[in-house]
Nanobody, 123 residues
């Protein structure tokens, strides 16, 4: 399984970005797709997850600003990020696992990772 994340960039606070994650090698049908992020010298932290049954989960820090979506036909997941803040600056990683886990918020539960895409938000 390979994951390719894209869509990052340098933006000002208040701007929007949409990240994409294309999964190849296996259909992510039946799996949970998630986004994590990692700032320098910090642990990888949960951002959002989208379960096959339609349930979506968000970190409190992004709730109301970020939206996770998935297109099973394209095997692609998205993260729409609105009203970006400097604290959102990080490398964003997408991941997927089968089956769903109640610990969907833990990076340790995932073994398939993309290379990440840098998001930098200036104040």
């Amino acid at each position: 399984v390979q994951l390719q994340a894209s869509g990052g960039g340098l933006v000002q606070a208040g701007a929007s970005l949409r990240l994409s994650c294309t999964v190849s090698g296996r259909s992510f049908r039946g799996g949970t797709v998630a986004w994590f992020r990692q700032a320098p010298e910090t642990e990888r932290e949960f951002v959002a997850a989208f379960r096959e049954n339609g349930a979506r989960y968000y970190a409190d820090s992004v709730k109301g600003r970020f939206t996770i979506a998935r297109d099973s036909a394209k095997n692609t997941a998205y993260l729409q990020m609105n009203n970006l803040k400097p604290d959102d600056t990080a490398v964003y990683y997408c991941t997927v696992r089968w089956p769903h886990t109640v610990r969907y918020y833990s990076a340790n539960e995932y073994t398939n990772w993309g290379q990440g895409t840098q998001v930098t938000v200036s104040s």
